[in-house]
């Protein structure tokens, strides 16, 4: 896990993990982290042997053990003799992460935080992470581990030095975010938004509110609760957290009575300038990253790391070092044939809520000489029987902004592509690998390309690829 804490003792002693795991140790050992793929463990690790559906860690506790795992923990011994390194023997290995996740909440005195939503929990659980970097020790989610493994895995991670605990929260259906809000017992619950997103999974999106709201099950007594106020669902949301722990509501957002309000997002090449008002006082600063709906996150990060204690100042000069996070934003400069382009990375995912996003985004970038902005959509995912209708809906947002062609991938994209006028048409493909030529062929000098897609339509091939000719080009 990335995080800002200089340990004071091991995260994990054998001793420790038995008496958490109830299980049975074979020799003595002192774990600095933990993870579940031998292929990334660092040195000092635990290694959990997970069983899945199509692939059983128990299959690399060899490699591990031989490698940099310190111990691992499984459901029965290596079936070789030549095993080496001590083991915990437990009966169910997804049972005891579980039950070391209990037990690192159980001991720590941090402050816990847990962020829900459809869209941008990663990119809030990073900006609270460097709004309270400053003012003690944070240890949060690593990438968007947030699902039924992602997030006790994560919270088995938290040390005990921590004064901060930061974890990400998702679902696919009802009743995930439950478990793991009792789990991690947070003294903050932030929910970002609650938009059309995972409608395959649910069949309306008052559905979807309703599961965002189960991060509220496992709230801390006299607990906080943190709302987007330009939310539909915010009157019903507050209602169910008051219903629950919560002693306050914290509300954000663009709205006059938005006590997070974000007043201003002045873009420029760099990023932008925020102006806002939290808590009733002013404050101005920059943000690295691109699109008002950062500047609109960032106000409720602010808010949430002054509650939880950090200094507004702190919490704005923290906020001023976050970077575009990987496939969510990333700006690089590119070769194309008759120079450099611009190219913007939101390969990682996609819905309708984020793919407006970053078209209006890609809008407020200033134009070079004769350069263009393109689009190039893949298809957004999970959308279940709507998702026809809502990939046509997106040609709206596209003809509001000043775009000057789009490019699509996949059979969903397709129907957008029909919906454009013919000059703003460039090509459809109905894969990735079927647009990396016509890319390299088409975009110019100056141009500004943005490449956004449902982690499942494969839109990152284009980006490796728009990206192999760099040779060295430096990476905003």
Request: charged share 20%.
């Amino acid at each position: 896990m990335n995080n800002s804490i200089q340990k004071e003792t091991a995260l994990w002693s054998s001793e420790q993990a038995t008496i958490a795991t109830s299980g049975v140790a074979h020799g003595k050992w002192k774990a600095d982290g933990i993870s579940i793929d031998s292929r990334n463990l660092l040195p000092g690790d635990l290694f959990v042997a997970l069983k899945g559906p199509n692939h059983d860690g128990h299959d690399h506790v060899l490699e591990a053990l031989s490698g940099d795992a310190v111990a691992a923990m499984v459901e029965h011994a290596p079936k070789s003799s030549d095993a080496v390194g001590p083991l915990l023997i437990v009966p169910s290995s997804i049972r005891a992460l579980y039950n070391l996740a209990e037990s690192a909440r159980a001991r720590s005195t941090a402050g816990i935080i847990a962020v829900t939503g459809s869209v941008g929990k990663t990119g809030m659980k990073e900006l609270i992470y460097r709004a309270l970097s400053s003012v003690g020790s944070v240890c949060r989610s690593s990438g968007n581990l947030n699902n039924q493994i992602g997030a006790p895995l994560s919270l088995a991670r938290l040390p005990v030095e921590a004064k901060f605990g930061i974890f990400e929260l998702g679902m696919n259906h009802p009743g995930e975010i439950a478990s793991l809000s009792n789990l991690t017992r947070p003294h903050i619950a932030v929910i970002t938004n609650v938009e059309a997103v995972h409608t395959e999974y649910f069949k309306h999106t008052d559905a979807v509110a309703k599961a965002k709201a189960e991060i509220f099950e496992g709230l801390e007594a006299g607990g906080t609760t943190i709302l987007n106020l330009d939310n539909k669902y915010f009157d019903y949301l507050s209602d169910l957290a008051q219903k629950k722990n919560a002693k306050k509501i914290i509300s954000f957002g663009k709205h006059e009575k938005a006590q997070a309000r974000l007043l201003k997002w002045l873009p420029d090449k760099q990023g932008g300038l925020v102006e806002a008002k939290i808590f009733g006082m002013n404050c101005k600063y920059r943000l690295q990253l691109r699109g008002e709906h950062w500047a609109l996150n960032s106000v409720a990060a602010i808010a949430t790391a002054v509650t939880a204690g950090a200094p507004l100042t702190a919490a704005t000069a923290g906020i001023s070092l976050q970077k575009p996070i990987s496939g969510r934003g990333n700006i690089y400069r590119c070769n194309c044939l008759n120079g450099e382009f611009t190219l913007i990375d939101e390969s990682y995912n996609a819905s309708p809520v984020s793919m407006k996003a970053a078209i209006q985004a890609l809008n407020e970038i200033e134009l070079k000489g004769k350069g263009k902005r393109i689009a190039v959509l893949g298809d957004m995912l999970e959308l279940g029987s709507k998702a026809s209708e809502l990939h046509a809906a997106l040609s709206t947002e596209i003809l509001r902004n000043d775009i000057s062609s789009v490019f699509t991938v996949g059979s969903l994209m397709a129907i957008l592509y029909s919906e454009l006028p013919k000059i703003l048409q460039g090509y459809h493909a109905s894969c990735s690998l079927e647009m990396i030529r016509v890319l390299q062929e088409t975009i110019d000098e100056n141009d500004v390309v943005l490449i956004k897609g449902s982690n499942g339509s494969k839109m990152k091939v284009l980006v490796d690829a728009l990206l192999e000719p760099l040779s060295g080009n430096g990476v905003n």
